[in-house]
């Protein structure tokens, strides 16, 4: 079975180190994915001191998979270095700009992507932390990153000391459109979401939040119209301040 049907987010590390060898190599290797006009417009900054891992945690909530894991990954959009090399090159750069964000953002994820796919095809274990958008500006201060480099992905790295159950997805004809793209009824909500909804571990979690359905605890709890509004002024002002607007 392929590495991708089984594939798990791993919050827990076994006491036993990620080999500089082999996460060069993933790194490296890595760089192989798609780039807008091959100017690959991302950056890695590698976390392995317990210092560093502290200093990083409270911008990911204090999750304690950001100072547990050997290895902490914080994959940036960068248009910093082709910027210098435009004018080392008597050419003048004019990527201060939201497109310019975009693009180096898509970079930045598509580069994460595949080297999660290369980490786990050997053995290694995971977590795509979310947060990194919430309080980019924590994350740029302890980084130093400068302008035009703007943090968009953080992986947590290190071998499996857990093996936990296969999460739940919609089925693949609830997301390919045909041609063009067909809007959902009620029905197609219903016949999508149900399954979803009656697992029993979803069901646990609207009954002890006392929430009448598992939209709710989307809306109400964990994204926030307030909370959603709040990040996002806060990541706009970042990319302000990264010269991006």
């Given at each position: 079975?392929?590495t ?27 760089a ?60 003048e750069?004019g ?14 994820l ?14 290694l ?12 500006q924590?994350i740029i ?19 499996p000391?857990e093996?936990p ?17 067909s ?40 994204y ?19 010269k991006?607007?």
């Open positions: 079975m392929k991708i049907n089984t594939r798990r987010s791993i919050r827990k590390y076994a006491k036993k180190e990620v080999g500089e060898e082999l996460l060069n190599k993933l790194l490296s290797e890595a192989r994915t798609q780039t807008m006009g091959n100017l690959q417009l991302y950056s890695v900054v590698v976390t392995r001191s317990d210092e560093m891992k502290a200093r990083l945690a409270p911008a990911h909530f204090n999750q304690p998979m950001v100072t547990e894991a050997p290895v902490v990954l914080t994959i940036c959009a960068d248009y910093n270095r082709t910027s210098i090399w435009c004018r080392n090159r008597k050419a750069p990527y201060d700009n939201m497109l310019s964000f975009i693009n180096a953002a898509t970079d930045a598509l580069y994460t992507q595949t080297f999660c796919n290369l980490a786990e095809e050997e053995g274990g995971l977590c795509f932390l979310g947060t990194t958008v919430y309080m980019p924590m201060d302890t980084l130093q990153l400068p302008e035009l480099v703007m943090p968009v992905a953080t992986i947590t790295l290190g071998w000391a093996e159950a296969l999460s739940d997805r919609l089925p693949e004809e609830s997301f390919i459109h045909s041609e063009k793209y809007n959902y009824s009620a029905a197609d909500i219903d016949k999508y979401y149900s399954p979803k909804e009656a697992l029993p571990e979803n069901q646990e979690f609207v009954r002890i939040n006392n929430k009448e359905t598992l939209a709710q605890i989307f809306t109400d709890i964990r926030t119209k307030k909370d959603c509004e709040a990040m996002s002024e806060g990541f706009i002002e970042a990319l302000k301040r990264q991006f607007m």
